[in-house]
């Protein structure tokens, strides 16, 4: 069974950082696409990163392009989002996701991603 679990997530003041996790189960990041996404109260979830392991490649929304990382530990499968910079708008509940695939993970829209973890709440106080 598929499984993702994210952890990290937590209260911060502006200008902190944070490092979510996204554990998974039952399948090798490495052969998938992992993404990142966020919901904001009163918003629609959004895309934030995502990467391919098997080619390495990565991607951001220009929104958090420059103060977020992605990447992957295949030894522990697990995929990681550091969060530095972070600002009052980032507070969002973040999920991981993933699609089993080795393409570049960026083709993907939201509905392509078949496995969901139960999200982590980020609050950025200013």
């Known amino acids: 069974e598929v499984q993702l679990v994210e952890s990290g997530g937590g209260l911060v003041q502006a200008g902190g950082s944070l490092r979510l996790s996204c554990a998974a189960s039952?399948?090798?990041?490495?052969?998938?696409?992992i993404g990142w996404f966020r919901q904001a109260p009163g918003k629609e979830r959004e895309w934030v990163s995502c990467?391919?392991?098997?080619?390495?490649?990565?991607y951001y929304a220009d929104s958090v392009k420059g103060r977020f990382t992605i990447s992957s530990d295949n030894a522990k499968n697990t995929v990681y989002l550091q969060m530095s910079s972070l600002k009052p708008e980032d507070t969002a509940v973040y999920y991981c996701?993933?699609?089993?695939?080795?393409?570049?993970?960026?083709?993907?829209?939201?509905?392509?991603?078949?496995?969901w973890g139960q999200g982590t709440q980020v609050t950025v106080s200013s």
């Open positions: 039952g399948f090798t990041v490495y052969d998938y696409a």
């Open positions: 990467i391919s392991s098997s080619h390495g490649s990565t």
């Open positions: 996701a993933a699609v089993r695939s080795g393409s570049y993970c960026v083709i993907f829209a939201q509905v392509d991603f078949g496995s």
